[in-house]
């Protein structure tokens, strides 16, 4: 078993420019979360999906999108990148029924 | 809204020493808490998770962890610091069921030889 695994490990970005950033869950696990966690800070909720919708939302703007798809993998889009955007993005998955999350490694993405 | 407190963002500690982190939470329902630490350009591995069964909660690498309702508190430790320890330690916060965490902004562990 791999683990939640994301891709890319990391990502150079401009000002305004839009980003993609991908997750595969951990095997038999149903549901994916995003987190911020920005330097020097703790992890930040940013939304959560299950069967394909989101679920649950954190204190982000609208620039902030996601994606689940019929194999559970998700996508995190960011529009109109900012400077504050710069951080690591990590993914976690679990069971929508309730589990313990497995987080992956994380994309760090710098916005110049 | 639920959320922990974690204060003193470096810790120092002594190879040998005590490790003790503080966490306290705040929640209006029964909580599930956890602790996770995280190696530098890694993510999050989970420590322990309380979930309403012992209080006393025994984890990974000799850390074990006490929920204290009356305290609000789920404090952290370890008898015995070891240099492999040097790491930053997260509490977080969740509903039962819900997945959604809620994390304290860290500590920062330093082991001196």
């Known amino acids: 078993d791999a683990g939640v695994t994301q891709s890319p490990t990391h990502l150079i970005k401009t000002r305004g420019q839009q980003v993609t950033l991908r997750c595969s869950p951990k095997?038999?696990?149903?549901?994916v979360s995003w987190y911020q966690q920005a330097l020097g800070q703790g992890p930040q909720f940013i939304f959560q999906?299950?069967?394909?919708?989101?679920?649950q939302r954190g204190n982000f703007p609208d620039r902030f999108s996601g994606h689940q798809f019929p194999n559970y993998s998700s996508e995190l889009n960011v529009n109109a990148l900012l400077l504050g955007d710069s951080a690591l993005y990590l993914c976690?998955?679990?069971?929508?029924?309730?589990?313990?999350?497995?987080f992956g490694q994380g994309t760090r993405l710098t916005v110049v | 809204a639920q959320s922990v407190t974690q204060l003193g963002s470096h810790v120092s500690v002594s190879e040998g020493a005590l490790v003790l982190l503080r966490c306290n939470y705040s929640?209006?329902?029964?909580?599930?808490l956890f602790w996770y630490v995280q190696y530098p350009n890694q993510g999050l591995q989970l420590l322990l998770k309380?979930?309403?069964?012992?209080?006393l909660v025994k984890g990974i690498n000799g850390f074990e962890a006490e929920f204290k309702k009356s305290e609000t508190s789920f404090h952290l430790t370890k008898p015995s610091a070891h240099m492999s320890d040097a790491a930053e330690y997260f509490c977080?916060?969740?509903?039962?069921?819900?997945?959604?965490?809620?994390f304290g902004k860290g500590n920062q562990v330093v082991v001196i030889p």
């Open positions: 977080a916060v969740s509903d039962y069921g819900n997945n959604r965490l809620a």
């Open positions: 309380y979930t309403s069964a012992a209080t």
């Open positions: 999906y299950y069967e394909e919708e989101e679920r």
């Open positions: 095997s038999g696990h149903d549901t």
């Open positions: 929640s209006s329902v029964p909580p599930y």
């Open positions: 976690a998955s679990s069971l929508y029924s309730g589990s313990e999350a497995f």
